[in-house]
């Protein structure tokens, strides 16, 4: 059971850190406790744990624009992220993690700003038909994360041209691009910014559970641990894999 709720932004946009740190935390959960950690990345492709990075998206531009290429600790596909987008991770025990009740946090704070959502497949949230938040899951011993997107004013040209899809996955979709098959949520709620969607996620998160948030700082943390993980997540091998 569910007896405490924690929440926690991070003010660094790198990619490696920011997977560091929800590392951390996922390794530093506390039994009873549920973790609400969101987080922004600068311009970044982040693929998939067992994806083949140079099937996915073209390494080379991103190289030559400073487009940072991350790996994650979860399966699915990659996706491109920026400042227009919002993280969110959930962290719990096993007994207290329940993907459908997570997810419904985050249908609940779409609703309050008047965005009628829908879950599409295990990993996918659709509005007016068109994705704008992509899921995944991992574990690590007893604990469990959930972790996702939320397209709030990405920039969907830089999106188009890095990621790489096949074109037999977008017949089987019944779309003629990648970027016909997305949207920003600024396309339903003019003027909404990341700070407005972060405000409704934890009011959904602290509704769902009837319990108070307590804000932790990440200066509270171990940096050095967290920079343990940033060095391996950031390491070629990492990244680039066997492929």
């Known amino acids: ?3 405490r709720l924690t ?3 991070s003010v660094d946009t790198s990619p490696c850190y920011n997977l560091a740190l929800e590392k951390y935390l996922l390794l530093h959960c506390r039994d009873g ?6 987080w922004q990345n600068q311009p970044a492709v982040v693929v998939g744990r067992n994806q083949n990075v140079r099937k996915e998206c073209r390494v080379e531009l991103l190289e030559e624009e ?3 290429l991350a790996r994650r600790l979860s399966g699915g596909g990659a996706v491109y992220q920026d400042l227009g987008n919002l993280n969110f991770t959930f962290l719990a025990g096993r007994e207290d993690y329940d993907v459908e009740r997570q997810t419904q946090i985050v249908l609940n704070a779409l609703k309050k700003l008047g965005v009628h ?5 295990r990993n996918d949230l659709l509005a007016e038909g068109k994705k704008f938040s992509g899921h995944a899951y991992y574990e690590r ?3 469990c994360c959930h972790h996702g997107t939320l397209m709030v004013c990405v920039d969907l040209d830089r999106l188009s041209r890095y990621l790489t899809v096949s074109g037999e ?3 089987l979709k019944g779309i003629d691009s990648v970027r016909a098959r997305v949207m920003n949520l600024r396309e339903l709620v003019p003027g909404l910014t990341v700070g407005g969607l972060k405000e409704k996620m934890l009011e959904a998160f602290e509704e769902m559970y009837g319990l108070k948030a307590v804000q932790r700082e990440v200066r509270e943390l171990d940096p050095k641990a967290i920079a343990g993980e940033r060095k391996k997540l950031g390491s070629q091998n990492w990244v680039f894999g066997k492929n």
Do not use: P
């Not at 406790?33 to 969101?38: A, D, K, P, V, W």
């Not at 959502?117 to 497949?121: E, F, L, V, W, Y």
């Open 1 to 3: 059971m569910v007896e």
């Open 169 to 171: 996955k977008l017949r």
């Open 7 to 9: 929440y926690i932004e």
């Open 117 to 121: 959502a829908a879950k599409s497949g």
């Open 66 to 68: 400073g487009v940072c």
């Open 33 to 38: 406790e549920c973790i609400l950690y969101l």
């Open 141 to 143: 011993g007893d604990f």
